[in-house]
């Protein structure tokens, strides 16, 4: 398998430009998870789906931020609009409810917000 | 909730040399334990896990750790540091049942020394 698929790797763009991140889960889980690492707060969770529906969103930091999973082999994560303070780097992860839950990542989407 | 502590920031070693990184976790119920590495501008890869058994997991290149319940701890460990090793290790629990969140710690950064 591939792994976790995220595009784009790089993003700049200019505050108050809507952002779409994106993500592809490893084939057969059933778990996804969204991430985002700062130097300042380190790696937090942002959101869940289970079976493409979401089960934990607590982590979103406002409404400006949005996630879908249309389904088992697509998500996004959605900024609009954008504020340089969203800078940091975002990861995308799955996990399998047959397995020990871990999880894989993807290798991040590094946002620059300007 | 669970919780993960990582006391220290940053551990240096000599090459050779054997490597710990400290792991304390806070969870109701026997903890899922995992340990990832993240190498610069990628993402977390899955080292090993704690889920029954055995107290002393062996995982990925040549790491080793050990779940000890009394202290609720599970530290990383290396007999012989390669310098390759230079990078950041996260110590994360999940709880047996309810969510499926990972408690994540802040990290330590490990630097191996030639």
């Known amino acids: 398998d591939a792994g976790v698929i995220q595009s784009p790797r790089h993003e700049v763009t200019e505050m108050g430009q809507e952002v779409t991140l994106r993500c592809k889960p490893i084939?057969?889980?059933?778990?996804l998870f969204w991430y985002r690492q700062t130097m300042m707060r380190g790696l937090e969770l942002l959101i869940y789906f289970n079976n493409n529906v979401p089960i934990d969103d607590s982590g979103m930091p406002e409404d400006r931020f949005s996630a879908k999973m249309p389904n088992a082999s697509f998500s996004t994560l959605k900024i609009q609009p954008s504020e340089p303070r969203d800078s940091a780097v975002y990861f995308c992860?799955?996990?399998?409810?047959?397995?020990?839950?871990?999880?894989?990542f993807g290798p991040g989407t590094r946002l620059t917000v300007t | 909730a669970q919780s993960v502590a990582q006391p220290e920031d940053q551990v240096n070693v000599a090459e050779g040399n054997p490597l710990t990184v400290k792991c304390t976790y806070s969870v109701s119920g026997n903890p899922y334990l995992f340990w990832y590495v993240q190498y610069p501008n990628r993402g977390l890869q899955f080292l090993l896990k704690?889920?029954?058994?055995?107290?002393l997991v062996k995982g990925s290149y040549g790491f080793e750790a050990e779940f000890n319940k009394s202290q609720t701890s599970f530290h990383l460990k290396k007999p012989s540091a390669l310098v390759s090793d230079s990078a950041l290790y996260f110590c994360a629990v999940r709880a047996p049942y309810g969510n499926n969140r990972l408690a994540f710690g802040k990290g330590n950064q490990v630097v191996v020394i030639p």
């Open positions: 084939s057969g889980h059933d778990y």
């Open positions: 704690y889920i029954t058994g055995d107290n």
């Open positions: 992860a799955s996990s399998y409810s047959g397995s020990s839950y871990e999880q894989y």
